[in-house]
């Protein structure tokens, strides 16, 4: 198993461009999670999934978009890149919010 | 959103050394779950505790959480430089089953 994975692992955009981040898992997991991670403020929720279908939002959701066609995709998109989103951003994925959380190796991305 | 206070922010020691790392809520929690972070990787799951008073133990680490689910610890034992790391206390409760997580411990352990 593959794990969790997330591509790309870095990336640098210009103020305004759009862009995607892929999470892909393969433990046919339902509830899967996107976090953002800046110095000295732990892991923050962007938006959350339950399940195929359903998606909701969590901590620090503006700017962000995601969808969740099947169970193993969550892609989260930035619909117009701000140098306030210079962060690293992981996935996870786990079969409930009780049980271990098992995280992707992250995409670190810089607004310019 | 509950909010998860982890003490201390930074610790800098030396190999052999013991030390205690803190999550402490004003929100009972239904679980709590340790992590910790090596540069460049996702988090990874050390322990789950869901028991008032519960106790775990993992090699030199020691896990403790709290009578009244508001508060954990952590207990590292002779620290060696492999314990490096950033430690993640999370927790649910509240009423929302959605965890959160503490800004983290950054360990060094030197040789």
């Known amino acids: 198993n593959a794990g969790v994975t997330q591509t790309p692992k870095f990336q640098v955009l210009k103020t305004g461009q759009s862009m995607t981040l892929q999470c892909a898992q393969d433990?046919?997991?339902?509830?899967m999670s996107w976090y953002r991670q800046d110095p000295g403020m732990g892991l923050r929720l962007i938006h959350y999934?339950?399940?195929?279908?359903?998606?909701d939002q969590g901590e620090v959701p503006n700017g962000y978009n995601v969808s969740r066609s099947t169970t193993e995709d969550f892609p989260l998109r930035l619909l117009s890149a701000a140098p306030s989103q210079t962060s690293v951003y992981f996935c996870?994925?786990?079969?409930?919010?009780?049980?271990?959380?098992?995280f992707g190796p992250g995409t670190r991305l810089t607004v310019t | 959103t509950q909010l998860l206070e982890q003490s201390p922010q930074f610790l800098s020691i030396q190999e052999g050394e013991n030390l205690t790392v803190y999550c402490n809520s004003s929100?009972?929690?239904?679980?709590l779950q340790w992590y910790r972070q090596e540069p460049g990787e996702g988090p990874v799951l050390l322990v789950t505790?869901?028991?008032?008073?519960e106790v775990k133990k993992l090699k030199r680490l020691t896990f403790q959480f709290g009578d009244a689910r508001k508060d954990s610890s952590l207990h590292i034992t002779a620290a060696q430089p492999g314990d490096t790391g950033l430690y993640l206390c999370?927790?649910?409760?509240?009423?929302?089953?959605?965890?959160?997580f503490g800004r983290g411990t950054s360990l060094i352990v030197h040789p």
């Open positions: 505790v869901v028991t008032g008073g």
């Open positions: 996870a994925s786990s079969d409930s919010f009780r049980s271990e959380q098992y």
């Open positions: 999934s339950v399940g195929a279908g359903i998606t």
């Open positions: 433990m046919n997991h339902e509830y």
């Open positions: 999370a927790g649910a409760g509240g009423g929302s089953y959605i965890p959160t």
């Open positions: 929100s009972v929690f239904s679980s």
